[in-house]
């Protein structure tokens, strides 16, 4: 089956900074790269998503990047803010019937 | 539309009782997942339905855990006996398609707590 690994487990910026989280996946038929976003004591989130057919991503100040020959993927945010603290997870599908599998999450904190 | 409503937001009980967990999904949806997050694990799928059918039980733990969904606006995940480990937080999910390929809606989740 699929297996994410999500890197770093977390990660500490300075408010306007930017942060990048990576993530690889095990299974080169996944087609679809989601990012959920926890806030504490809250539910997971999707904040932008990706399919195979897009090299890149982006949402304001998120982007997502994705390399299907390396198959990695990684989430890119710029000028960061408070709010942003939270742990974010990324995923992968292959479509069809088969389910996400989450990658172990990345505990985000941007300090003011 | 409410959202993925699960019932109840928190359950405390005691080691050997039975423990269930309710679901409505939202209206329109044809895909369900029930989710069980910890520190240790983080986010694992325990059994997905598709059009009220369970497609993947895989990751069910064992057979102290079974789950339902007698229709598309109700889905219940039954643990019998409940034992300390099984303390987690439970989610439940919907999405309009079939499987893991478009956004997952995520209830509020249940924090359960065996002593």
């Known amino acids: 089956g699929e297996n994410v690994e999500q890197h770093p487990s977390t990660l500490s910026v300075q408010e306007g900074d930017s942060a990048v989280i990576k993530c690889t996946y095990s299974?080169?038929?996944?087609?679809?790269f989601p990012w959920y976003k926890q806030e504490l004591g809250k539910r997971p989130q999707l904040i932008i998503d990706?399919?195979?057919?897009?090299g890149e991503k982006k949402d304001q100040r998120i982007a997502v990047t994705l390399n299907k020959t390396a198959k990695h993927f990684s989430l890119h945010i710029t000028e960061t803010q408070p709010e942003d603290s939270a742990v974010y997870f990324c995923?992968?599908?292959?479509?069809?019937?088969?389910?996400?599998?989450f990658g172990k999450g990345t505990m985000l904190l941007v300090s003011p | 539309d409410a959202g993925v409503i699960q019932s109840p937001r928190h359950e405390v009980t005691e080691m050997g009782q039975e423990v269930t967990l309710r679901c409505k999904p939202i209206?329109?949806?044809?895909?369900l997942f029930w989710y069980r997050q910890t520190m240790m694990r983080g986010l694992e799928l325990l059994i997905y339905?598709?059009?009220?059918?369970?497609?993947?039980d895989s990751g069910m733990p064992e057979d102290r855990f079974s789950a339902k969904m007698p229709n598309a606006s109700f889905s219940t995940l039954k643990i019998q006996p409940s034992e300390p480990r099984d303390s987690a937080v439970y989610f439940c999910?919907?999405?309009?398609?079939?499987?893991?390929?478009?956004?997952?809606?995520f209830g509020q989740g249940t924090r359960l707590t065996v002593v």
């Open positions: 999910a919907s999405s309009v398609a079939a499987g893991g390929d478009t956004e997952a809606f």
């Open positions: 299974d080169s038929a996944s087609n679809y």
């Open positions: 990706i399919r195979s057919n897009v």
């Open positions: 995923a992968a599908s292959s479509g069809g019937y088969s389910t996400l599998t």
């Open positions: 209206s329109g949806h044809n895909s």
């Open positions: 339905f598709n059009n009220n059918v369970p497609i993947d």
